[in-house]
């Protein structure tokens, strides 16, 4: 982990920084820099995550100004060569602690929403269970940009809702539909979570793919090594052209995720 933010992103990350604090004011206590950024390092398609703390929840439209504004600070991810995809979650900290599951986001900002928010449409406040994986990454590694540390700000998550929180959201995939366009990142969030059920701890995608392929059983390599590929820039994206092979990974994975959970009290406790 590193506790320097990176060089490459450093201007990105102040532009984001500055049309945060013009909306939100006075109000944020904290914004944290997280995911690739801070462990495993920067790929190809990786996102800039930030985390940003607020003492009270923005209006309706302080949220849509600020995701407006900040479409201007991301890009979708390989389409520029000087901006990042951008993925912004806003928590109100009277929603996060003290803990409870399933936690409150205020706000999440994400160039799959760019068109939604062009045309003017914009996400309510929402209950959301993988706020308890967030989290737990964020405690893990993260660089306070504003405020103190994550692990000052936020609880611990409990064993128990993390455990929630990875059959929760491996339940969203149910049909080709509900992956189709995103096969290489609903593998690589699938290895992420293998591992998790697994370990307890929370690796970085290509880290959790490459673990993944000297576990899983061969029929299922060549889905998950050209996800994995694709990640990093080393080979194109063909999943959607196999798509027996995904949706036999998909239902694979998922049947062992679920099997590990049931046996995660064996986890050494969640930090």
């Known amino acids: ?17 500055a ?8 109000h944020v206590v904290a914004i944290h820099l997280f995911g690739s950024a801070v462990d495993g390092g920067l790929r190809p398609y990786s996102d800039i995550d930030l985390l940003v703390t607020v003492a009270e929840p923005p209006g309706e439209e302080v949220r849509r100004a600020l995701m407006t504004e900040l479409l201007t600070a991301s890009a979708a991810p390989g389409s520029s ?6 993925e912004v979650t806003v928590l109100a900290l009277g929603q996060i ?10 706000l999440q900002f994400g160039e799959w929403l760019r068109e939604d928010i062009l045309a003017g449409v914009f996400e309510e406040p929402a209950l959301d269970h ?10 893990a590694s993260s660089i306070a940009i504003v405020g103190s ?7 611990a998550v409990p064993r128990a809702d993390l455990v929630r929180a990875l059959l929760d959201t491996v339940a969203q995939w149910n049909a080709p539909a509900d992956w189709e366009g995103e096969e290489r990142n609903i593998i690589l969030a699938l290895a992420r979570i293998w591992y998790t059920a697994t370990t ?3 690796a970085a995608k290509d880290f959790s793919a490459t673990w993944l392929l000297e576990r899983i059983e061969p029929r299922h390599r060549a889905v998950l090594a050209n996800a994995r590929a694709g990640y990093l820039g080393e080979a194109p994206d063909n999943l959607a052209e196999h798509a027996p092979e995904v949706e036999a990974f998909i239902a694979g994975a998922q049947l062992e995720i679920r099997r590990l959970c049931s046996n995660a009290d064996r986890w050494q406790t969640v930090s």
């Open 97 to 106: 602690v003290p803990w409870r599951y399933p936690p409150r986001r205020e």
């Open 149 to 155: 540390s994550a692990g000052d700000v936020f609880n």
């Open 200 to 202: 307890g701890e929370i």
């Open 1 to 17: 982990m590193t506790d320097i933010i990176p060089l490459s992103i450093a201007p990105q990350v102040a532009q984001a920084q």
């Open 130 to 139: 993988d706020l308890a994986i967030l989290l737990t990454k964020a405690r």
């Open 81 to 86: 060569t000087s901006l990042r995809a951008l």
């Open 19 to 26: 049309i945060i604090e013009r909306h939100l004011g006075g």
